[in-house]
């Protein structure tokens, strides 16, 4: 956490969802969500990957909210597969962007969820960014992007995913001609690139 952060209690499906938000400096550009990886295999909403994308936002004059799933940290309730994590989600965005710009985000299992509230959230409002790093599509379903968000939507995966193959993500995005970003020799985590995810995603977000 840096000085802008906070921390937030929320009020999720299962009861209370401890999040945190970075302000940027100056007039917000809107509000961004940020989900994290699977939280059986120890994701929560501070790991790297999440932190990157919050920093990109937060760069780029966006507010940055995440968010610890069901039974994760001071959140309550129990892991539900992604199904509960998404009204979650819906929940989140409910109480801490109820109007204006909004941006969606997810890293791994947190772009499945996000995925999925994205597509809720298509009927009722207006998005303006999203963005999915290392989208778990290998293991999960995760929902097509509706094309009128096909050019606010960056993609990322790293060449050398090990937990996600670039392969399954291919086979996801290939019907919907949807563009993905491969990061050469990249990983699930990206050590020792989490410079240059950043940098994608600004670009992205300057656009």
């Known amino acids: 956490?840096?000085?802008?952060?906070?921390?937030?209690?929320?009020?999720?499906?299962?009861?209370?969802?401890?999040?945190?938000r970075d302000e940027p400096e100056g007039v917000s550009r809107g509000v961004a969500i940020v989900a994290h990886p699977h939280p059986l295999f120890g994701g929560t909403m501070d790991n790297k990957v999440v932190q990157t994308l919050v920093r990109?936002?937060?760069?780029?004059?966006?507010?940055?909210?995440?968010?610890?799933?069901?039974?994760?940290?001071?959140?309550?309730?129990?892991?539900?597969?992604?199904?509960?994590?998404?009204?979650?989600?819906?929940?989140?965005v409910a109480q801490v962007a109820p109007e204006g710009a909004l941006a969606i985000a997810g890293f791994s299992f947190g772009s499945?969820?996000?995925?999925?509230?994205?597509?809720?959230l298509?009927?009722?409002?207006?998005?303006?960014?999203?963005?999915?790093?290392?989208?778990?599509?290998?293991?999960?379903t995760v929902a097509p992007v509706h094309p009128d968000w096909h050019d606010k939507t960056l993609v990322v995966h790293g060449e050398q995913d090990d937990t996600v193959s670039l392969a399954s993500v291919m086979d996801w995005a290939r019907p919907q001609s949807l563009p993905v970003t491969v990061v050469?020799?990249?990983?699930?985590?990206?050590?020792?690139?989490?410079?240059?995810?950043?940098?994608?995603?600004?670009?992205?977000?300057?656009?």
């Open 1 to 20: 956490m840096n000085a802008q952060t906070q921390k937030l209690t929320l009020q999720g499906e299962a009861g209370l969802i401890e999040a945190l």
């Open 56 to 92: 990109a936002f937060v760069q780029c004059g966006w507010t940055a909210v995440r968010f610890n799933f069901r039974g994760v940290g001071a959140s309550a309730g129990e892991h539900d597969a992604g199904t509960g994590e998404a009204r979650d989600m819906l929940r989140v």
């Open 112 to 120: 499945f969820v996000a995925s999925h509230a994205l597509a809720e």
């Open 122 to 140: 298509c009927a009722t409002r207006q998005i303006d960014k999203v963005v999915f790093v290392g989208t778990a599509a290998q293991r999960f």
């Open 184 to 207: 050469p020799g990249g990983g699930h985590f990206f050590h020792g690139q989490l410079p240059l995810l950043k940098n994608l995603v600004v670009r992205h977000l300057q656009t």
